[in-house]
């Protein structure tokens, strides 16, 4: 059973998150939330010159938070921090510009129709963005 | 046998055929606790008023002017006897709620509290009636002391008499939850409170109380008691403060400009000495005539049974709701009101309000402007379910529908 915003990719993926509560030794860290709705979520890398070798993430949070985090940690996996920043802003300007994912971010297309539950979408990435600035001013 | 409202013929949101175009299934409205639909009978003298009636009132000489002026008070009259309070001149028309708990904020109490006074309330009030007090406290080094409510969802009323000292200088607190539904017994809270300090007053939010049992402030013993015209079937635009005699004196206007003024030199400015002091500027006689036709339609309902089909309508909703195994309501309590909070075990609020809003039932999840609770309770959000005259049985049952898939759906 599916809906139009909970397609069978987007929940697979809040069925079975990538990177939930994976074990990494963090080099960065940084907590998000949203205040409309309460998600909290706290997201950890590793990385080794200037890579992210790991990523991991925890907290309370929906199913598009969730899933949104888990295709997240699919996505910049390997990226270098420049790359990753890449991504964070290539998702906030499809969003902002609504314009289609495609591939392994297909599972968010669901979202553009519903306005309200784009900042769980967002909420992974722009807490890897801060994340990504604590480890550079680190 | 079928709960079936005998109101709902009123509320033309409901007629699909005002929406031919629209591929949206029947609405089933259960968010009454963030505003209510507006009945036929009060659209009606919305639209006269601005077909005919508009103008600006207490200013013009002329007719259309001074009945207007007349209308308004006669609001004044109408919402004391509702409430019934002792006399019109303890009646004043706010924008709403919020506005209302501002101005006992800031023309009462701000220019009496000190570092030494502390300030009661509770851990189940919404933020309106929350963070102005937290602000208040901040703003001179007072204490703001919160009791917790029990398993039940009521206050604690042994551990909110014990924050109660000489220094306290008002208790804050809900009439009824807007999270949980819970009602607080007042009147016992009220007379314990002032046996231990009589000089410690009492604001009451009602704002979730008013629309659905009726008000006595005069036995309740409160000195204010706020509610929105818009939880009371009367759209945006006013809310109501009732002041006690004994407090009214002593209230400075807030907001200041036309209307208020007894005379304007340039170095100084007189208030009036009535009520209307506290009613800088234009009133929104709009949503106070609409006020009165909500008022009138309520106290209607009520006289043909109304709270007794609510009180049926509230039980077959806990009744639904207990029957579900993955329900896990809020508070421990077996008293049905018209509001209830819950959560699907293992499923964010979010997701099933998204599923409940694609088949068009409306109900509200996240913190509902109550955090602080939500903290208490280890809960990082809610879904609450609120009802009014229009709903009915059918409304429950499609909400239900959509929980159980939801739960299908989403369940990890």
């Known amino acids: 059973m599916q809906t139009t915003l909970y397609q069978q990719a987007l929940l697979s993926h809040h069925q079975n998150p990538t990177g939930f509560q994976h074990n990494i030794k963090p080099s960065a860290e940084s907590d998000g939330y949203n205040p409309a709705c309460g998600d909290e979520i706290t997201v950890k890398i590793s990385t080794e010159k200037n890579t992210i070798t790991g990523i991991s993430f925890e907290g309370e949070s929906c199913a598009i938070c969730r899933a949104s985090a888990s295709i997240m940690c699919q996505q910049v996996s390997s990226l270098s921090d420049v790359q990753a920043k890449e991504s964070i802003a290539l998702i906030e300007s499809s969003f902002a510009q609504k314009v289609p994912f495609a591939e392994a971010l297909s599972p968010l297309n669901g979202v553009f129709d519903f306005p309200v539950r784009q900042q769980c979408a967002l909420l992974p990435w722009q807490t890897l963005k801060q994340c990504l600035s604590q480890f550079k001013n680190s | ?412």
């Open chain 2, 1 to 412: 046998m079928t709960l079936s409202s005998p109101w709902r013929k009123d509320f033309v949101m409901f007629d699909d055929s005002h929406y031919p175009s629209s591929s949206l299934p029947p609405l089933h409205y259960l968010d009454s606790a963030a505003t209510c639909l507006i009945p036929e009978q009060v659209v009606a003298v919305n639209q006269r008023y601005l077909q005919f009636e508009h103008a600006n009132s207490h200013r013009g000489f002329y007719p259309l002017s001074s009945d207007l002026t007349d209308r308004v008070e006669n609001t004044r009259q109408q919402v004391a006897s509702f409430i019934n309070a002792p006399c019109a001149q303890q009646i004043i028309f706010t924008s709403g709620a919020t506005s209302a708990i501002h101005q006992i904020v800031q023309g009462y109490f701000a220019d009496k509290i000190a570092a030494k006074h502390n300030i009661v309330t509770t851990v189940a009030e919404h933020h309106a009636n929350f963070v102005p007090w937290q602000q208040l406290a901040q703003s001179v080094g007072a204490e703001l002391r919160i009791a917790p409510v029990k398993a039940s969802g009521e206050v604690d009323i042994e551990l909110l008499t014990e924050l109660i000292d000489e220094n306290t200088l008002l208790l804050t607190i809900s009439h009824l939850s807007n999270v949980t539904g819970v009602e607080n017994p007042l009147e016992q809270i009220i007379n314990q409170i002032k046996s231990i300090n009589s000089s410690v007053k009492v604001v009451v939010d009602g704002a979730q109380y008013i629309g659905h049992y009726p008000l006595d402030v005069s036995t309740l013993g409160c000195d204010f008691y706020v509610f929105s015209g818009h939880k009371l079937y009367a759209g945006f635009g006013v809310g109501v403060l009732f002041c006690h005699q004994r407090v009214i004196e002593a209230m400075s206007p807030v907001v200041f400009g036309g209307g208020m003024v007894e005379r304007v030199t340039n170095n100084q400015s007189l208030w009036q000495t009535g009520i209307r002091r506290f009613e800088a500027g234009s009133l929104n006689a709009q949503a106070i005539v609409a006020l009165a036709a909500a008022i009138e339609y309520i106290q209607f309902a009520r006289s043909n049974d109304a709270q007794l089909y609510m009180s049926e309508l509230s039980n077959y909703l806990r009744q639904r709701l207990s029957a579900i195994g993955f329900c896990q309501f809020l508070v421990a309590t077996d008293k049905a009101t018209p509001i209830v909070g819950f959560n699907l075990k293992g499923i964010h609020s979010h997701d099933v309000a998204s599923i409940l809003a694609e088949h068009n039932v409306a109900i509200r999840a996240g913190h509902h402007c109550a955090q602080p609770l939500h903290s208490y309770l280890n809960k990082n959000s809610s879904i609450r379910v609120s009802l009014a005259l229009y709903n009915e049985q059918q409304d429950i049952d499609a909400m239900i529908d959509g929980l159980e898939k939801a739960h299908t759906i989403m369940a990890v």
